[in-house]
Structure formats: C-alpha cells, structure tokens
C-alpha cells in the first residue's frame, strides 16, 4: 500500500523558514517523479514544486521560485521542501504527491499524502 | 501556463440521478507521444485529493465504474451515472503534459 506521511508544518512568522518532509512508502520511492501541492484554506489546489526521479529535472510555480528549495534523498524514501522568507500567502496545507512516472511533466499525481499545515503570521 | 476551467462550479444532484462536469484547457492537451494529460481528482470533506480518472477516460484502481471520463483535445467532461452519497466533495480537472500542472476551479457537488 502507497503511504505519503507529511511533516514540518507549524505556525512560523513572517520572513522565516520551515522545511518540509515527506516520508515515502509501499513503492520504489526512486522510480517515481514526486512533487508538492498546496492547498490555501477554503481555496483550490496550487502545484508547489516538482523533483524528477533522479534530482535531474526540478519545476517550481512562479509564486515560489526563488524562495523554495525541493530535494529528496531516494536511500531515505524523502522528499523535502525547504521554503525561505516565507510569507502570509504560502499559509496552506502542504500535500506530498507522487508522479505517475519518473518525469516531472507528461504525467499526473496518482497518490497523496494526508497534508501538514503551514500557517504564516506573527 | 494553461488555463483549467471547469463548469459548473456547483451541482446538487438527487441520489440515483446522473452528474456531469465540464472542464476546458486553455491550449490542446494532446502529446506528441499520442496520450492526452488531463485528469480528474475528487476531495472528499476533510480529505486529500484522491485520482479518479487519468489521460481522459482511463479509470484509476478501485474507482467505481459510475464514474467516467471523456474529451480530446481541449474539452473535457467527467460523467457519474447514477450519484451515491458517498460522491460528494470538490472534483478538480488538472493538466498534466505542461509545467506548470494546473488545476480547474473546483465543482462542489452535494446530495440533495
């Protein structure tokens, strides 16, 4: 059984940073693309992030870019996500999700994770 | 980046009743290798987005055979033959062949 288990969320001020984990399980964690979605409270879902198979190809949404840090470590079954200068806006829950195939484009998300919330205030 | 854009944004349909949602792309979601990247995902009350339908009509395991999907191209319509109570949530549409992946609005279907 596919299990994605979220972590890292919490309340953080303005301007600081949180890092994200997403522990992977139940498939060959290194065969598969994986990426981050974010879901605003009360909103829609808002791709984040993705990582290719082999850290080779890596995408971020415009809104994060430059702040944002995604990675994996494939001998640890985790996928991570190190966001800086955070900002009231990236409030959101946090979804891992798991890659139909080992590209970030070409494919969709057939597995998710439960979410970790990430809340920006001070 | 490719624009999603789903109709209606609500639905309220008798148990036993047929439902339908429409989702249109922006640009052609068809590829060069022949498949079509588009999606569909349903969010359960207090749940994470669970996939239901991939490259347009192709059912994910353990969907029920109620649900069915179809399009080519830019337009795209998710079908539920007969409505369960156990269907409602926020069904999205998402594009898959370009990065950004981009979602639709969202249609919030309830039980009457």
């Known amino acids: 059984e596919v299990q994605l288990v979220e972590s890292g969320g919490g309340l953080v001020q303005p301007g600081r940073s949180l890092r994200l984990s997403c522990a992977a399980s139940g498939f060959t964690f290194d065969d598969y693309a994986m990426h981050w979605v974010r879901q605003a409270p009360g909103k829609g879902l808002e791709w984040v992030s993705g990582i290719s198979w082999n850290s080779g190809s890596i995408g971020y949404a415009d809104s994060v870019k430059g702040r944002f840090t995604i990675s994996r470590d494939n001998a640890k079954n985790s996928l991570y996500l190190q966001m800086n200068s955070l900002r009231a806006e990236d409030t959101a829950l946090y979804y891992c999700?798991?890659?139909?195939?080992?590209?970030?484009?070409?494919?969709?998300?057939?597995?998710w994770g439960q979410g970790t919330l990430v809340t920006v205030s001070s | 980046d490719i624009v999603m854009t789903q109709t209606p944004l609500s639905l309220s349909v008798t148990p036993g009743q047929p439902a339908s949602i429409s989702c249109k792309s922006s640009?052609?979601?068809?590829?060069?290798?022949?498949?079509?990247?588009l999606y569909w995902y349903l969010q359960k009350p207090g749940q994470s987005p669970q996939l239901l339908i991939y490259?347009?009509?192709s059912r994910f395991s353990g969907v029920p055979d109620r649900f069915s999907g179809s399009g080519s191209g830019t337009d795209f319509t998710l079908k539920i033959s007969r409505v369960e109570a156990e269907d409602v949530g926020v069904y999205y549409c998402m594009q898959g062949i370009h990065l950004p992946p981009t979602f639709g609005q969202g249609t919030k279907l309830e039980i009457k």
């Open positions: 490259e347009v009509s």
């Open positions: 640009q052609s979601l068809l590829h060069s290798d022949g498949k079509t990247y």
């Open positions: 999700a798991k890659a139909e195939g080992g590209v970030i484009a070409n494919a969709g998300f057939d597995y």
